[in-house]
């Protein structure tokens, strides 16, 4: 398997504190790669970087080989990198179909004309429902967006990235904020995008139960830099690890 992605000495520095510290990472094509880290360890501001929300101070980003660090973040877009809060807004009056067919229309570049082909038009209304069942929320097609649970809405803020069609997602804690009872639903929905084996997956979470279920492999961020890399079993056993990191979660979060 070739690297889809790769970052070599990828470092920002915000005014004298450096927030990514010179960050070799790589994750092959169809993997699923958790990055885990406490609070402030650079997590966010890595995937900023990836996404193209930030410029790096140093270093550079390879996609499938090529140099995408001076892209924007909609050219990267387009080349396959998808980013949940690039869809800026569920349309709160819009029903949850509605929603995703608009994302599904985008991706397909399909405008509104006066005559619009009935065969695409069905195309998209397929595409749309297919995406629903991905995320489990077929049986609210006809919502409103804004009656949804929270829970909800994360997972029509799944279904409308995976409109995109991008080959990498990168899900920034697509748990944060949800109750309890709401996390196995999300839980489910990306197992079942794991399930699909379509894309690679990028996942920032804090729940160590989540990360050990789903990853082929975890990278540990800590204070802006790499600690460590591998299976989710070398993780746990790297004592590195445990005496920086895990420690510090299993107080700090509800792991
Ligand atoms: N735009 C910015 N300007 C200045 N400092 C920033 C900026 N963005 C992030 N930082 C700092 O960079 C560090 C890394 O923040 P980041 O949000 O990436 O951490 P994180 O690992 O995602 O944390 P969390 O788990 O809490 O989301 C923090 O010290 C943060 O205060």
């Known amino acids: 398997m070739t690297n889809i992605l790769e970052t070599k000495q990828l470092t920002i520095q915000f005014g004298g504190h450096l927030a990514v510290n010179e960050v070799d990472f790589k994750v092959k094509e169809k993997e699923f790669k958790s990055i885990i ?40 877009t387009r080349k396959g990198i998808g980013r949940s809060f690039q869809i800026t807004n569920v349309f709160p009056n819009l029903t949850v179909l509605e929603n995703v067919r608009l994302a599904v229309q ?15 038009y069905k195309k998209v209304l397929d595409k749309s429902y297919e995406l629903l069942k991905l995320v489990f929320l077929e049986e609210k097609a006809n919502s409103l967006a ?17 409109a995109l069609e991008t080959e990498i997602l990168l899900l920034d804690e697509p748990t944060a904020g949800m109750s309890l ?12 995008i794991k399930r699909e084996g379509k894309r690679t997956v990028i996942l ?17 961020l800590f204070n802006g830099t ?11 056993d790297n004592e590195t690890v445990q005496t920086a990191y895990l420690g510090g979660l299993h107080n700090g979060h509800n792991a």
Do not use: W
Request: neutral net charge; contains cysteine.
């Open 204 to 220: 920032i979470e804090h729940k160590m139960d989540m990360i050990l279920d789903l990853s082929d492999s975890v990278t540990v």
């Open 181 to 192: 009872e709401e996390v196995p639903a999300i839980l489910e929905v990306i197992r079942n």
């Open 226 to 236: 790499l600690l460590a890399d591998g299976t989710p079993k070398e993780i746990m």
């Open 106 to 120: 985008s991706q397909m570049a399909i405008r509104y004309q006066m005559l619009f082909p009935f065969n695409k």
């Open 37 to 76: 880290g406490p609070n402030g360890a650079g997590k966010t501001t890595f995937f900023n970087l990836l996404s193209g929300q930030l410029t790096p101070t140093k270093g550079c980003i390879l996609l499938k080989g090529i140099d995408i660090t001076a892209l924007s973040s909609s050219l990267r």
């Open 146 to 162: 804004k009656n949804l649970a929270h829970g909800e809405k994360r997972k029509l803020e799944i279904a409308m990235l995976l």
